[in-house]
């Protein structure tokens, strides 16, 4: 049962307690109309830049380990262009190379 408990706090810190602390500081500053709006209005927010962060670096750990033309070939599978972060893992001739190749594909070169 301590073992569980111990688990539940941590979780609950972790994952909840600090964010809405952080939401009640902001209305004892800001002291809206609508406290409890307010909060709830923090969390979602809060919880979207969450996920968003989490999304982000799930999808970073996926591409980071990849070669170059997995890379490209991964963006070319979703009809989009590398993005420019992902370009400074490739060194200058892979860069020109890709470059070139996309504008092939929009057909401005022969």
């Known amino acids: 049962l301590i073992d569980k408990s111990n688990e ?11 964010h809405a602390a952080e939401g009640l500081i902001n209305i004892a500053r800001d002291k809206p109309e609508d406290p409890i709006g307010y909060l709830c ?7 979207d830049k969450i996920q968003k962060e989490q999304e982000d670096k799930a999808f970073n750990d996926f591409i980071e380990p990849l070669s170059n033309n997995e890379t490209k070939d991964f963006f070319a599978s979703r009809g989009e262009e590398v993005p420019e972060k992902y370009l400074n893992k490739m060194n200058a001739d892979d860069i020109a190379q890709l470059k070139e190749d996309q504008l092939k594909e929009e057909n401005l070169i022969s």
């Open 41 to 47: 209005q923090f969390l979602l927010e809060r919880g």
């Open 8 to 18: 539940l706090e941590t979780y609950l810190v972790d994952n909840v307690l600090t």
